[in-house]
């Protein structure tokens, strides 16, 4: 039987910090189902998939406590710079679309964070990349396509493991042993939980589904001179992020698009180029109508490298979000960013420069499902509705 837990929390969580330590909650233990920070960052109440012992909810709590320490403690709030602030452009709908997708059948949940898309959301998601197809032709970015499974021992090479373990997803097969196989066949079925195959009969991991989308593109350019001392390309792909209890509607997906252009080269031309493609994008947004902001922001890393690299990519303006805003429950929702990654990769994965020194990098990306659902947010589900630009651009 479910059950509920409140108590009080040894470190205050700061403000700026409540949505970041509440998304890692998810991750603490299979135990919990949901949590939610009081307003004051005093105490977090966990909502529990059944009731536990005395000596497991105090197990429990000790893990949340370690959280909350490793996160907030000495927290500082980071200097937010605002590039841009349209949030309060005036938008005609303030209802959530997602009932209205899955009572139209425009959205099929297929299992938490895995969904299919109808003809309505599949075109609006077209129009969108068309248009991002247009941005990357103005930089004459090179397409790309990448495969959906990625390097395990690339990755590692990148460090993904240490800052990113709790949203990887594997992919794995079972061992070439004919006594495995023919049991799997033979025994394998779907229970509450997962497959009830033994973990045994799974080779290891050499794969992974893969994250982003830019990774790809340095991999190919490691370990040798950059050509021509500077690229650009363009791609889209899936990317997968397992984010547990918080996979919810199209905001945060297991499965999702996304489309990049990918800069490689000296500093200043990858910081150009990313401010030219954030003023294009500009725009276009002012053109479709939509209520958005583009603040600084940093990564979802995971508790142990969260302050570290987060500070980090604060104090260097690394990054940057999209955030489009969300009328219905008065929030908003990243939908593209702005990123330099300074010479991380090209130090990581020896991309060097005419000159020896290490290559940077940078991208701008879009989420697309993301971005599709924002804009439904703000417009709804009637193309009659929605600014010039879009609905004529609907059907072509």
Known sequence: MAAEHRFALQVIIPSHLVGQVQSKLAYVDEAIEAAQIAPDGDSVQLQLRSSLSAKVLSALEAKVQQVVADMASGALPPKVEILEDHMARPVPYATDPMPELLARAEVSREHTGIYSLGPLVTRLIEVFERYFVRLAA????????FPTLISAEKLDRVKYFRAFPHSLTFATHLREDLHV???????????ETGLNAPPEA??????LLSPAVCYHYYFALADRPLPGGQLTATAVGHCFR???????????LWDFTMREIIFVGPADFVLENRERGRQKVAAYLEQIGLAYLVESANDPFFVGEFRKQAAFQNAFQLKYEIRARLPFKDSSLAVGSYNYHQDFFGR?????????????TGCVAFGLERLAYAFLSQYGLEPAAWPALVREALHG
């Open 138 to 145: 103005e930089f004459e970015a090179a397409p790309q396509r």
């Open 181 to 191: 196989i023919n049991d799997f066949a033979e025994h394998t079925h779907y229970e």
């Open 202 to 207: 799974f080779s290891k991991i050499q794969a």
């Open 242 to 252: 397992y984010e547990s209890s918080n996979l919810n509607t199209l905001e945060r």
């Open 348 to 360: 990581h994965l020896n991309i060097t420069l005419p000159d020896g020194k290490p290559a940077h």
